[in-house]
Each structure stands twice: as C-alpha cells, then as structure tokens.
C-alpha cells in the first residue's frame, strides 16, 4: 500500500511506496504529461518530534552523531573502553542508517570529558540538530495546519 508522509520538522510531503520506486517513476511521467490533474488519495502518516522529549534528552545526555564506518566505530569503541567513560550508542533512522547516535551521561565526568573533545573535534552534536528541528516544527506547525495538501507532478 502507498502512503503519504510527512516529517513536521521538515514540511515536504512524500509519496512512500512498495511497489518499487520504478512504478512511482513512470506514474509521475505519465501524470506531467496528462492535460488534467490526477487526484491521489492514500493515507496521510505525520511524524514529528517531542519538544519535551528532546529537551529531557539534552537535560540528562551530550548527543554526538558519529560514523557507523566498521573501522572508525571500532576505534570509537575501543577508546571508550579503554578510557571507561559511560555512554550509550544508538543506530539512527534512514536515511542516516550508517550512522550512530552517541549519548554521554552528564552527570558522569568521564562522559563530559569524552564530550568536550568530540566537540573540540566538531562532532556533528545531535542534540543541538534535534533542537533545531523540533523548534522549526513548532513554528511551522501553525502555518501549515489549515494549508491543503497538493502533490504536483515532477
């Protein structure tokens, strides 16, 4: 079944399908070139982030986002162990699959001493990304509530 799918964070609609991307391809050929619109139905699934969730998140954890590259995630691994810093990995959602979240207490001072350097080091810091996007939802929510949906074709 295809669906509708929408990030909160994000705005842009997609057309998640399971029939293979190739079906959806030569659809959206065949609908540029029809001199009529073509009205799709399907189920609308809305996405979207906790604020509260994320601020309890970022009360209790420094987030990183790190390579899930076998070799250089051995190497993270390995220095967290070898260093007995605290710390929780997570994989993270596609499209970012091949990617960790790293998750470091804050209220462990080995944890915030490993945080200090991934952020000297520019780390990708997830918590403030995650921030980004929850407060981005919250603003563009409104707007967009009373706004109809319309899918053009490609």
Do not use: C
Request: aromatic share 8%; hydrophobic share 40%; charged share 25%.
């Amino acid at each position: 079944m295809d669906n509708f799918v929408r990030h909160q964070w994000d705005g842009r609609l997609f057309l998640e399908n399971e029939d293979g991307s190739h079906h959806l391809a030569a659809a959206k050929y065949i609908a540029a070139r029809l001199p009529e619109r073509v009205r799709l139905h399907g189920t609308l699934k809305n996405y979207s982030l906790s604020t509260n969730a994320v601020a309890s998140l970022r009360h209790d954890f420094e987030m990183f986002a790190v390579s899930g590259e076998q070799e250089v995630f051995n190497r993270f691994f390995d220095a967290m162990q070898s260093f007995r810093a605290t710390w929780l990995t997570h994989s993270l959602p596609p499209p970012f699959d091949k990617e960790h979240a790293i998750l470091l207490p804050k209220n462990e001072a080995r944890s915030v001493k490993v945080a200090r350097v991934l952020r000297q080091a520019g780390i990708a810091d997830l918590g403030q990304h995650l921030t980004n996007l929850a407060s981005a939802q919250v603003r563009d929510t409104t707007a967009r509530a009373n706004r109809p949906i319309t899918v053009k074709p490609l």
